[in-house]
């Protein structure tokens, strides 16, 4: 007997919202992969030949965003604030780790899935880059390492 099966929907990735704790207005055109890595231990019990493979530390990956540059200032103050508190020495968790979240949206705009990142803060910022030569935008990009992410149901 052949079974049959319904389409699965898939997530268009082309349209989503980042919305940042403390900012009025954080957009952006791009954003990398949010991914969690499990390094794998191969402990070898008593005089095995083959190892048990277990799971080992857990690893979040850094968070890649881009945008054209604008008038906005809002991520380059951010990134400002913890280069200022590098400075001054006794950096606290709380002046400047923000969360934040992923919101994926439909064609017509409409929540679809949405991201929680916890922890995050501003890793590398890059102002853009200058061309006399060229037509296209700036774009300026932002490194967020994060400490967490989970899908909000």
Do not use: H
């Amino acid at each position: 007997m052949a079974l049959t099966g319904s389409a699965r929907p898939v997530n268009v990735r082309y349209k989503f919202t980042i919305e940042v704790d403390g900012f009025t207005s954080f957009a952006f055109n791009k954003m990398g992969e949010l991914s969690y890595e499990v390094a794998q231990i191969d402990y070898f019990e008593g005089g095995a030949v083959t190892p048990l493979k277990i799971p080992g530390r857990v690893t979040v990956s850094d968070v890649e965003l881009s945008r054209g540059a604008g008038l906005d200032q809002d991520m380059y103050n951010w990134v400002k604030q913890v280069i200022d508190l590098v400075k001054g020495g006794g950096l606290q968790q709380e002046d400047y780790k923000r969360n934040f979240d992923l919101v994926q949206r439909d064609r017509t705009g409409a929540e679809v899935l949405r991201w929680s990142c916890k922890g995050a803060w501003p890793k590398k910022f890059v102002a853009g880059e200058w061309d006399n030569d060229s037509d296209e935008a700036v774009i300026q990009s932002l490194s967020l390492a994060i400490d967490t992410f989970e899908l909000v149901q």
